[in-house]
């Protein structure tokens, strides 16, 4: 069975410093994993997605995730905060063995201090 | 043009009640999901059409039944509201052969 650890409730750092959300997997099979950004009372936008292409993703504002498998790990990172960015961060990873299901993690809280 | 739209935004309702929440996509996809994110946000699906047929129920209470008149929407109804069927309430579509799932704005729903 699959799932995914989101290791920190909430992150916080200053604005114009790194940003590092941290996720693991489990997996039996190679997986596609997924970040995905919730602001405040909005949807879910998609920021990255592995799908066993490169091992390291970029996406959307500058977010970047790397796939390493002797880690089980999917860390998203930033290289400098910005006040946009404080929302809820989901790693999500999804079953492949005939129907397409996400699995999400219970998210991270990131806040962005001035 | 919205991807993915859920009608309403908000429902605001009394414990008991019967209500119904819509979903259309218009991006050709085939598969749709419903998923319920609780108070801590934590997000669960609940369940898949692929073409009009369900493929993932995710033993929610029977009295959740899913509806899907053709590929392009799926509705939920709820029966006999409970305070615990509060909540925010995504649907998803997918297209065929791809996990990349597209999402709507949400439902929340309070249930009084």
């Known amino acids: 069975a699959q799932s995914v650890t989101q290791l920190d409730s909430h992150v916080s750092v200053s604005e114009g410093t790194p940003v590092l959300l941290r996720c693991n997997y489990s997996s039996s099979y190679s997986p596609s994993l997924f970040w995905y950004v919730q602001h405040p009372n909005k949807g879910l936008q998609l920021l990255l997605k592995?799908?066993?292409?490169?091992?390291l993703v970029k996406g959307i504002n500058g977010f970047e995730a790397e796939f390493k498998k002797s880690e089980t790990s999917f860390h998203l990172t930033k290289p400098s905060a910005h006040m946009s960015d404080a929302a809820e961060y989901f790693c999500v990873v999804s079953t492949t063995s005939g129907t397409y299901k996400y699995i999400f993690g219970t998210g991270t809280r990131l806040k962005v201090l001035a | 043009d919205t991807a993915v739209s859920q009608t309403p935004k908000y429902l605001v309702t009394q414990m008991g009640n019967d209500k119904s929440i819509k979903c259309e996509q218009n991006l050709g996809h085939d598969t749709m999901y419903w998923y319920k994110q609780d108070s801590k946000k934590f997000l669960k699906i609940m369940f898949s059409y692929n073409n009009k047929e369900l493929i993932i129920n995710e033993t929610v209470p029977n009295r959740f039944s899913p509806k899907s008149p053709d590929k392009a929407h799926l509705n939920l109804h709820i029966n006999s509201l409970e305070l615990g069927d509060s909540a925010v309430y995504f649907c998803?579509?997918?297209?065929?052969?791809?996990?990349?799932?597209?999402f709507g704005p949400g439902t929340r729903l309070t249930v009084l």
């Open positions: 592995y799908t066993s292409a490169a091992t």
């Open positions: 998803a579509s997918a297209g065929q052969g791809g996990d990349e799932q597209f």
